[in-house]
Structure formats: C-alpha cells, structure tokens
C-alpha cells in the first residue's frame, strides 16, 4: 500500500515562509502525479499545485508567483515552497498522488487515490 507523510507546517506571521514536504513510501504500477491540495474550515478541498508525470506543473491562480512545487524523484519526496504567505493561505494542507491523472485534472481532489494525514498551516493576520 502507497503511504503519504507530510511534513513542514507551522505557524508564521503574514508575508512569512515555510516548506512543505511529502515523502511517498512503497511502489507504484506506473509513474505518479503528485499534488498539494489545502482545506480551511468550512470550506471545500482546494488543489494548490500539482506536478505531471512528465514534469509538467499547475498552480492556483490564488498562490501563483508565491508557491512553487518540485519534487525529488530520487529521494521519493514532494515539496512545496511558500512565500510572501497570506492569513487566506491559512488551512490544513495535503499531499496527495495518483499513477495517473489527466493533465486537465491535475488539481481535482477527487482524481487522487492516495492522501497524507495533512499538515497544519496557519498564517497570523
């Protein structure tokens, strides 16, 4: 079974930083498609950003030019950079990986089979 693990949140003032990680444990019947998804209270599961199987990445409209996703192949782990961070960026954020996603889907929850445990991210206004 795929394991997801998700690490780096915290609490940081407003225009702060951190970096979020995922490590995937075990093995895949075909490459995979990693993304970050995030859910305030009240509110539904948003994608953030995700990466293609070829490389290719997405972003939300609400954090481009501020997040940036990459990944690891070699140490089988995702990661996310945050800067210039908001109070609205504020949820709890998830790793998320499927062998296969369509490339007009990638930040759609419901296209993903495995899911970390998620990670806390609040911003202070």
């Known amino acids: 079974q795929v394991q997801l693990v998700e690490s780096g949140g915290g609490s940081v003032q407003s225009g702060g930083s951190l970096r979020l990680s995922c490590a995937a444990f075990g093995h895949w019947f075909s490459r995979q498609c990693m993304g970050w998804f995030r859910q305030a209270p009240g509110k539904e599961r948003e994608g953030v950003a995700a990466i293609d199987v070829d490389g290719s990445a997405s972003y939300a409209d609400s954090v481009k030019g501020r997040f940036t996703i990459s990944q690891d192949n070699a140490k089988n782990t995702l990661y996310l950079q945050m800067n210039s961070l908001k109070p609205e960026d504020t949820a709890t954020y998830y790793c998320?990986?499927?062998?296969?996603?369509?490339?007009?889907?990638?930040?759609?929850?419901?296209?993903?089979?495995?899911w970390g445990q998620g990670t806390q991210v609040t911003v202070a206004s």
């Open positions: 998320a990986a499927d062998p296969q996603v369509p490339w007009w889907s990638l930040l759609r929850a419901p296209e993903y089979d495995y």
